[in-house]
């Protein structure tokens, strides 16, 4: 059963001896969370952590993207290069010498990263195969 789904009508959750509810597809405890409450004295505290994890991501971002504008270094003729031209200057040749990770990174920034997700249906066989007829047509055709 998916996340946030209620349990179908006319059907129980299954629990342990000790009163738990198990898991339909391995018969283990599932875990209980502990319950947030508004009012709750570490409420605040969180709060202002998640903020301050916020801000300082922010900030290496801010850092990270000036750092990749200013001029780093000079190039081979003497002309001076930001820090972006010399970061992909390093993949490239990373990239030569067989580095698959970089090549890999070369692949992704250029848009051609494949797709992650996979779709699954249910799909009656008799749409399956007039659908692979219909392919099977346009092949020979």
Known sequence: MAKGQK???GKKRERDNKGRF????NGQPVPE?????SGDSRAKEMQLRGAAAKREK??????????LEEDV??????EKISGGQ???RWVLKE??????????????TA????????MVADVEPSVIAEVEQMVQEAENE
């Open 7 to 9: 349990t179908p009508p």
């Open 22 to 25: 198990v898991s339909p597809i």
């Open 33 to 37: 969370g502990k319950k947030f409450v």
């Open 58 to 67: 922010g900030d290496l971002r801010r850092l990270m993207l000036t750092w």
């Open 73 to 78: 270094a000079n190039g081979k003729d003497g």
């Open 86 to 88: 010399a970061w992909v």
């Open 95 to 108: 990239a030569a010498k067989g580095n698959m990770k970089a090549l890999e990174m070369i692949r992704d």
């Open 111 to 118: 848009g051609y990263k494949p797709v992650d997700k996979v």
